[in-house]
């Protein structure tokens, strides 16, 4: 089922997340909980996150991880991160994520007082570098690399260091590793609603209102209980976003804190 909730966004996505999960009446009837950043198109169906909770006994899974340390200050194995894009969490893990991630508006994590860059920088050293740091190494797995080669850093993509930036690098994740998301407000990867990488995931959809922003509840509806999905005939057609715990109009994902173009994370921009 899918449950619309509407919370005050005083503390970008992260605080949307955990108004969304604090709601819950009764969080331990769910084993595992996924979160995600509402800039990203699902390419195909993905499992894996929830998966390797699973497979692996881990507290913390996510899309993709990265080696750069903040602000681009380092590089190598010791600053492993996890990126926000998408995310899954043990039951042990969500308490580890509510109680270091849900703050109030006026907590020091949260840079109030900072230039937009540098608060932009700060949310995502805050609630996704340190956040990777308050469960063991071993409790924590990103499933594909982030950090671009420098084959992808070329011309106008010399600055974009990670796939949430870097369409050349994004791209060749799809072709390679069948990589299952892209961004949607970076044009270069989905340019519209009409592009074949979705069509397994839009099949049911009006494209142009999706596209249009003017999204019926309806139209989701009418997919969800199209014939295939009822007889659970063509598993490849479907690819839902049950996981989101809350939805944001602002951007997400890591990245180049310099980039203006990029949309970093768990921060997010203002409505």
Not at 37 to 51: G, H, K, M, P, Q
Not at 81 to 106: H, I, Q
Not at 206 to 231: C, I, M, N, Y
Request: proline share 4%; aromatic share 12%; charged share 35%.
């Amino acid at each position: 089922t899918i449950e619309v909730q509407h919370h005050v966004n005083d503390r970008y996505d992260v605080g949307l997340w955990c108004d969304a999960l604090a709601s819950l009446e009764d969080r331990d009837a769910f084993d595992e909980y996924g979160i995600v950043n509402d800039s990203v198109f699902a390419l195909r169906e993905y499992t894996d996150i929830f998966d390797s909770l699973k497979a692996r006994n881990i507290s913390l899974s996510s899309l993709s991880y990265s080696y750069s340390a903040k602000h681009f200050r380092g590089y190598g194995p010791e600053h492993f991160w996890v990126e926000s894009v998408f995310r899954g969490l043990s039951k042990e893990g969500l308490n580890t994520f509510m109680d270091y991630s849900c703050v109030p508006a006026d907590h020091p994590f949260f840079c109030s007082g900072t230039s937009r860059v540098e608060q932009k920088a700060c949310i995502i050293n805050n609630f996704e570098h340190d956040l990777a740091k308050q469960f063991p190494r071993d409790k924590v797995q990103g499933l594909y690399f982030s950090d671009a080669p420098n084959s992808t850093r070329i011309r106008r993509y010399r600055s974009r260091r990670t796939w949430v930036v870097n369409p050349l690098y994004w791209k060749q994740l799809v072709d390679e590793m069948d990589f299952p998301a892209a961004k949607e407000n970076i044009k270069e990867c989905i340019p519209d609603v009409n592009s074949p990488l979705l069509e397994k995931c839009t099949k049911y959809l009006t494209p142009q209102k999706v596209w249009d922003w003017d999204l019926k509840f309806e139209v989701a509806e009418h997919g969800l209980k199209s014939p295939e999905r009822s007889e659970g005939s063509d598993k490849d057609d479907d690819s839902d976003d049950d996981d989101k715990s809350e939805s944001t109009d602002e951007d997400d994902d890591s990245e180049d804190e310099d980039d203006d173009s990029d949309d970093s994370e768990s921060e997010e921009e203002d409505k």
